[in-house]
């Protein structure tokens, strides 16, 4: 069974920085996509990015862009966000992803449980 613990969710001021964490255990995911998604209150889940099995590829949503940096540690079994520049909109559940698939941006997969990020003004 994978499981997918997230942490350093937080709250910061707008213009500061975070960075996410996410281990897995019970299965090796150097083969997979592993990403994050977020859920901001009262809307649907979103992609935010993702980083393919070799680590040399990421996508990221246009909204996060150039202020958001996604990277994975396979020794470790862990994936990283690191977030600058938080804007209030960026205040959401932080969801870590598994994707078997290496694809990664369709929500398939494996989740955690969510870390909390508020940025306030």
């Known amino acids: 069974q994978v499981q997918l613990v997230e942490s350093g969710g937080g709250l910061v001021q707008a213009g500061g920085s975070l960075s996410l964490s996410c281990a897995a255990s019970?299965?090796?995911?150097?083969?997979?996509?592993m990403g994050w998604f977020r859920r901001p209150p009262g809307k649907e889940r979103e992609f935010v990015a993702t980083i393919l099995s070799g680590g040399g590829t990421t996508y990221y949503a246009d909204s996060v862009k150039g202020r958001f940096t996604i990277s994975r540690d396979n020794t470790k079994n862990t994936v990283y966000l690191q977030m600058n520049s938080l804007k209030i909109d960026d205040t959401a559940v932080y969801y870590c992803n598994a994707d078997p698939s290496n694809w990664g941006r369709a929500g398939h997969g494996y989740w955690g449980q969510g870390t909390q990020v508020t940025v306030s003004s």
């Open positions: 019970g299965h090796t995911v150097t083969n997979w996509a």
